[in-house]
């Protein structure tokens, strides 16, 4: 049985530090929240990360300590996060490789689609036995990604982990696809926005969670890569940013934020700009996390306004960058466009001026996955796709 730390409301709010520089993008909403979350009983200390934003209920980009586990702290989405993956491709063209993605919105059935070579990635049971949305990447913020390795900064790093210039991998950005909000629904009906009432019951659902998702992204890039006719490869990061673990004797919440104790860590810009691969080491007053992406500055609402009056559907099919972006749903084309983030290069420049990660290469995209546009797939990739737009994906 898991040790708790003692469950003591604090007399005084938690300490709060935001670690990003005075021209950063910071809403002052966000802010807020975190002093929210610091006055909650048992908090200690809130961390923010230079892509902080607001949440529902809670900060995005933020790692919060406290001796009281609050479930609302992490989110609906357990076992979200970033993985990479290796691939070997014999020519990247974008075009042609958006043509040969599969419908990554199809979820694999555990019978119907018993021979889909993809399952061979699959070792031992379907945690929690959640078998819904399996092989499926989820809406919002999240993505496949064929890139590219860019610009490498630290060569020695860069080959530990197999990569050089110009190699190619796969970026998978998933969670737990409704097994997550599940756990979270239990929890809220009953205590609201309270602390987990046995610790050890959520925390043992929150763990399978995490096994879930990471499971998930080792699906949807194996399914990718046959769909590419090349062989799945094991990821070289798969990092959760939604999670929270005991250390130090406190529960350590993330929500939006990626463990940086020592960690690679692969931080995604935008589908139009590169993500930052880092060699993570971020201290106790961090919360050992660091970013996991650009951030949002506009709301999703702000965002299709804007959009809708600088930008046409075509436009943002493609990126400046020359890359292909997947997406038949033109309203998420435009709330996940990339001048609705916050620059990616700010927020590394602030984790490496607050000692926090160092850089080690660039990925650049070459194709995006957001979700299915049925003019561009495969007809044979078609068939089933009712009801596969329930799940909205959150940071």
């Not at 933020?62 to 076992?79: F, K, R, W």
């Not at 043992?204 to 194996?222: K, T």
């Not at 080690?360 to 995209?365: E, G, K, M, N, R």
């Amino acid at each position: 049985m898991s040790q708790h730390p003692p469950s003591t409301p604090g007399t005084e709010a938690a300490t709060v530090t935001v670690f990003a520089s005075p021209t950063s993008w910071i809403e002052s909403d966000a802010v807020a929240q975190c002093h929210q979350v610091a006055a909650l009983d048992g908090m200690t200390h809130v961390a923010g990360m230079p892509d902080l934003h607001p949440g529902k209920g809670a900060p995005i980009g933020a790692a919060m300590t406290s001796s009281v586990l609050y479930p609302l702290l992490v989110g609906s989405d357990i076992g979200c996060g970033i993985a990479v993956f290796p691939v070997k491709l014999k020519r990247a063209v974008p075009e042609k490789l958006a043509a040969r993605f599969p419908d990554l919105d199809r979820p694999l059935d555990p019978e119907q689609d018993a021979g889909d070579p993809a399952w061979a990635v699959v070792k031992g049971d379907i945690p929690a036995g959640h078998t819904e949305g399996l092989g499926t990447v989820g809406r919002g913020n999240h993505f496949v990604e064929v890139a590219r390795i860019g610009t490498v900064f630290d060569p020695d790093h860069a080959g530990r982990l197999g990569l050089s210039a110009d190699d190619l991998v796969l970026v998978v950005h998933s969670g737990s696809r409704g097994l997550g909000e599940r756990i979270l629904r239990a929890h809220t009906e009953v205590h609201g926005a309270g602390p987990a009432a046995d610790p050890d019951e959520y925390l043992a659902m929150h763990d399978a969670a995490v096994r879930w998702g990471s499971l998930n992204r080792r699906l949807l890039a194996a399914r990718v890569a046959h769909a590419l006719g090349t062989e799945p490869t094991e990821p070289i990061v798969d990092q959760c940013h939604n999670l929270v673990e005991l250390r130090d004797g406190s529960y350590l919440h993330r929500k939006g934020a990626a463990p940086g104790d020592g960690r690679d860590v692969l931080i995604a810009g935008t589908r139009g700009t590169p993500s930052y691969l880092v060699a993570a080491h971020a201290g106790p007053e961090a919360g050992h996390s660091v970013a996991h992406g650009a951030g949002r500055k506009m709301s999703r609402s702000d965002a299709l306004r804007r959009g809708r009056a600088k930008h046409t559907v075509e436009e943002l099919r493609r990126t400046p960058m020359g890359s292909v972006v997947v997406c038949g749903d033109r309203q998420l084309l435009f709330e996940e466009a990339p001048a609705a983030y916050k620059r990616i290069e700010q927020v590394i420049a602030d984790l490496v001026a607050h000692d926090l990660a160092t850089p080690v290469a660039t990925t650049i995209p070459l194709v995006t996955y957001k979700t299915i546009d049925l003019g561009s797939v495969p007809q044979t990739d078609r068939r089933d796709h009712r009801g596969h737009r329930r799940g909205r994906g959150r940071a």
